[in-house]
């Protein structure tokens, strides 16, 4: 997985700690010794010029956040020995962002800021007006174990296959059993989502499983609006007066969720 060196990333280490933080695939456990890949130990031996000794946060999304230290720094294979677990798993918000996918850059934003939205799976959604349709999913996922990495997170959100929404909706209640969808609708009449997540709270929303559903640029076609105003599981919220693009109302949407809903 291509790291992606962004200068400002350049040489500091990858989270807000200041220490340096790595998703990885193996177990985690005491006394256990990792050798980490190509990319990763260019990462911390060349990039941030770690050496022998020096401390590395691990996570691998099971066994919590762990303190690591090299003890071999090499720069293709660079063997690390864990010394004690830092943080317990945590579950991620039960939060899913469904949405349609926008050009290139901005897919890579909506990646990160939702995974630092706290959202626990990414699936692009193909609606009758979203014009990308090829997604680089291994791209996708790249940005989210980044942003992972630098926002402290333990686990990495679930970046999955795009999937048509007619197609997604008929096998939501078997795929996605309760849970329910919050569809974020630019025509909905502004000035009344305090209300409506208020209620939604009052009615068990919170802390249940959700999904917030985000449109292209195009918005949803009438056929879909009534497809998705039709369901027993889905809620429509405004996300206020001004039209945002589909980047904006996916972090929009998250904060309001998390705010109201979820685990702010
Ligand atoms: N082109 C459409 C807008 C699409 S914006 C138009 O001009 O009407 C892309 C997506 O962001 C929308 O489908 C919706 O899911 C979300 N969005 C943007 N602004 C919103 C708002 N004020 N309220 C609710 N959802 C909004």
């Known amino acids: 997985m291509a790291r992606e060196d962004s200068d400002d ?3 500091t280490p990858r989270c807000a700690s200041g220490k340096a933080r790595l998703y990885v695939e193996g177990d985690l456990g005491k006394g256990a010794s990792l050798t980490l890949d190509r990319d990763q130990s260019h990462y911390l031996v060349n990039v941030l010029r770690m050496g022998a000794d020096a401390q590395v946060l691990l996570f691998n999304g099971r066994d919590g956040e762990w303190a690591a230290r090299i003890a071999e720094p090499h720069k293709k294979n660079c063997v690390l020995e864990l010394v004690a677990r830092t943080r317990a798993q945590e579950p991620l918000p039960d939060v899913w962002l469904l949405f349609a996918p926008v050009k290139k850059a901005r897919l890579d934003f909506i990646a990160q800021k939702a995974t630092e939205m706290g959202a626990a799976v990414i699936q692009p959604v193909i609606t009758e007006r979203t014009v990308v349709t090829r997604l680089k999913d291994e791209r996708l996922q790249a940005n989210a174990v980044e942003a992972a990495e630098q926002c402290g997170l333990v686990a990495v959100p679930e ?6 929404l007619g197609s997604l909706l008929a096998k939501w209640e078997e795929t996605a059993p309760g849970r329910r969808i919050l569809f974020c609708d630019e025509s909905e009449e502004p000035g009344a989502a305090r209300e409506a997540l208020a209620r939604l709270a009052a009615e068990g929303w919170r802390g249940a499983p959700l999904a917030v559903l985000i449109g292209p640029e195009g918005g ?17 919220l405004s996300l206020g007066p001004r039209i945002m693009r589909a980047d904006t109302a996916a972090i929009a949407a998250l904060a309001v969720v998390g705010l109201a809903l979820g685990d702010w």
């Not at 970046?159 to 048509?164: G, I, L, S």
């Not at 076609?221 to 369901?231: A, F, I």
Request: proline share 4%.
């Open 220 to 236: 949803f076609s009438p056929k879909e609006r009534e497809l998705l105003r039709g369901r027993k599981d889905t809620a429509v």
């Open 9 to 11: 990333t350049h040489d």
């Open 159 to 164: 970046v999955r296959e795009a999937e048509k």
